[in-house]
């Protein structure tokens, strides 16, 4: 939208006002192009009015250079290049997030535009300096001239070039700040897209080929950045979901050393002119925090502060292959409880294709004890248990061959060599399940999980504390602590889930039949370790 006060008619006319601003005299010397788009826009007769219109409006904190040549410019040309300008609520909220973090010595703007975030960051920063980096020679002038009249144009150097081949090092903290372009990888070239995958081996991580642009930025702002860095990127939200998001995904447990990820719903506009979804993310490099906070926001009134919202542990975030719906709390827990996930991983049981076949019985006797394991393969036997499983001698047995039958000793691999005969003619090696396992033959039980439940029937879920080492297929689901749990507060955390979860908090079908998916299970809200130990909660 234009500025009232800004009839700026043609881009060269808005370079001619970026110069009568000081844009030449701001930000280091001039590049070889700027300097072009100087000598055209000489031949702009502008008028000096405008032009102290122009100025005051940038002193009351407003961006009409900016303003104009998102107008000028067509959405279209610019998408070429991801340039479509920050909003002033969100610079603002970001630069807040930086000084409430850290004062830099130094800040970098990656695709600096006309410089709204430089300009509000060196008025917070008087004594940073301030560096700016964009393609586009037009930007680079706007920014020089916001930068000018801001009064920071003596400690600011504006880079005309490509981000990622930026590389400078300070040995003070470095704030990277900015609104990444988002260009989609069809107009990356292929030379970059080497790039990616080179600088991403470096890091031991691998790179999808179907990477936006902003992703390279992540990267290259990673890669080049030092611990006490930090730094807070606003870019489109596919990254938390896409596969070619897995990298950003990863550099933010590792490390650029993720804080926070705020969603920002495109009701809000957080980019004017795509209905787009947005994710701010907050970053400090070399910080591992054991959780990274999550929230959404659905209007800019209400995106006060960063660094808010649901803690998610780093271990789930791990093991999570998207992140939007962690962003989906449901109402935030009561002082001292948790979701279930930041204390326990859950896993669904394993499927074994075949049940007639892999749970031991009249078709598999002769197979010795070694390779049969005592599993939870009905609900009830945790529903019956109440509570606590303590003996495992009453439950069916699995068949859990390794897939490599040469590490058995002989009258064993004897033994199994009998029985898959019978399991062949059974039909077991041609199912869907087996045909994708490594062997046929290898159903790959898990680990005996401390805690398992029930996760589908017409009433709550059941709880047991396994101290039989059962092992459980696909009925039930596994709990897995996260970090160590002791064997008192394990008691109580199931004695909480036992009482304390209804049908309501699963998804109910037809019939009343509840099911909890691992990741809804999840989010079950439940008291937090320090809770559970005191007793306070049962
Ligand atoms: C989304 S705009 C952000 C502009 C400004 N930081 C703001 O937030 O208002 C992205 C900017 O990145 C620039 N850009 C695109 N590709 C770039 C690259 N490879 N290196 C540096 N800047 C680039 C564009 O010209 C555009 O000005």
Sequence with gaps: MS???????????????????GAAEAGGPLSTAEI???????????????????????????????????????????????????????????????????????VVDPGVGSARFLSFAGAKFPEAELIGIDVDPLAALMARANLAVSGCGARARIILGDYR??????????????NPPYVRHHQITAPWKEWLAAEAAKLKLTASKLAGLHVYFFLATASSAKPKDFGAFITASEWLDVNYGALVRSLMLGRLGGKSVTVIEPTAQPFPDAAA????????IGAKPTSVYFRRVEDLASLDELGKGRRVHRDRLASE?????????????????????????????????????????????????AVLFPTITRAREVLEADGLLS????????????????????????????????????????????????????????????????????RPPGFIINKAD??????????????????????????????NISQKSGRTYAGGLTK????????????????LAAGATL
Excluded at 7 to 19: D, F, H
Excluded at 321 to 332: A, P, V
Excluded at 350 to 359: D, E, F, Q
């Design 277 to 284: 979804t947005a994710a701010i993310t907050t970053f400090e």
């Design 3 to 21: 500025h009232p006060l800004n009839p700026i008619r043609s881009e060269a006319e808005l370079a001619a006002v970026t110069l009568a601003l």
């Design 470 to 499: 059962a092992r459980h297929i696909n009925i039930a689901h596994g709990l897995y602590p996260r970090e160590h749990l002791g064997e008192a507060v394990q008691n109580k955390l199931v004695a909480f889930l036992q009482t």
């Design 36 to 106: 072009a788009l100087a000598k055209a826009a000489a031949e702009q007769l502008v008028d000096p009015r405008m032009v102290e219109d122009v100025r005051c409006s940038i002193m009351a904190g407003a961006d009409p250079l900016g303003d104009a040549f998102s107008a000028l410019r067509s959405p279209e040309v610019r998408r070429e290049n991801g340039a479509t300008y920050t909003p002033a609520p969100i610079v603002r909220t970001m630069v807040d997030w930086a000084e409430s973090t850290r004062i830099p010595c130094r």
């Design 321 to 369: 292959g998207r992140w939007s719906h962690l962003t989906r709390s449901s109402e935030k827990p009561p002082e001292g409880y948790v979701e279930l996930g930041e204390l326990c991983r859950v896993h669904r049981g394993t499927v074994t294709g075949a049940n007639g076949v892999w749970i031991a019985g009249a078709h598999s006797v002769g197979l010795p004890d």
């Design 165 to 178: 081949r930026f590389k400078e090092q300070v040995d003070g903290s470095t704030l990277y700040i900015g």
């Design 516 to 531: 909890f998916e691992p990741r809804e299970m999840e989010r079950l809200i439940v008291p937090g370790p320090a809770l």
């Design 391 to 458: 003996d495992s001698r009453r439950l069916r047995r699995v068949i859990n061959l390794p897939a490599d039958l040469d590490e058995l000793d002989s009258p064993t691999r004897q033994a199994v060599e009998k029985f898959l005969k019978v399991a062949k003619a059974m039909g077991a090696n041609t199912g869907y399940v087996a045909r994708n396992r490594k062997a046929w033959w290898a159903v790959g039980l898990r680990a005996a999980a401390p805690i398992i439940s029930t996760y589908m029937a017409r």
